[in-house]
C-alpha cells in the first residue's frame, strides 16, 4: 500500500547577522578564550614560499556606504598553483600555507584585510591556464545567501586579457570591478553590492 508522503515546507530565509562577527570572530569581537587565534586569521607562517601580500578594501552597499558587519571568506592556490585540498590531484600544495582565510570588516571603518602571497595560475576546465585569483565570499546581515566573486590582479594585465573566466563576462565595462589595484605589496579590493559599481558576483 502506498504511504503518503509529508513533505515539508521550506523555512523562512533569515540573513548572516548581525551576530556572524562573535559567531566566527569571537577573539575580533572581544571574546576571548574560545580559540587562541580566530579561525582564518593566519594564512602565512614564516616558512611560506611565494610573495608576501596584503589586501584590504571595504564591502559598501548602494549608497556607496561601508558595512561594518560584513564578513568575508577567500580561498586561493599557493605559489606554485595548488591547493591545499584533498581534491588537488596536479601535486602537494605548500604544507606552509592554509590557502584559506577569514576577516571581518572593521566596525570603524569597515575595512576587511588578508595577510597572504600571491597565487600562481591554475588551469580552467579545459586545460587554459587561469590567471592568478582568489575566490572571495562575503556575508553579512541582510544578505540571505553568501555572495561569491572574484579578486584578480591589476598587474597581470597579460595573464587577465587570457583568463576564460573574465571572457565570459558579457559587459566589458564590469570586468574592472573584479581587479585589485596594487600599491607596493597592497592591493585594494572595495567589493559594491549595488549600484553603478556593482562587483560582478558569480551563481557557484
Known sequence: MVQPLGYLKESASQTAGPYVHIGLTPNFSGIDGVYESDLGAIMVTDKTLGRRITITGRVLDGTGTPLKDALLEIWQADAAG???????LRGSADP?????????TDGVTGEYRFETIKPGRVPF?????????????IVARGINLGLNTRLYFGDEEAANAEDPVLARIEHRVRVPTLVAMADGDT?????????DKETVFFDI
Open 96 to 104: 606552509n600555507f592554509s590557502g584559506w582565510g577569514r576577516s571581518a
Open 187 to 195: 592591493y585594494r579590493f572595495d567589493i559594491h553590492l549595488q549600484g
Open 125 to 137: 576546465k579545459d586545460g587554459r591556464l587561469m590567471a592568478p585569483h582568489i575566490s572571495v565570499w
Open 82 to 88: 595548488l591547493y591545499n585540498s584533498p581534491s588537488e
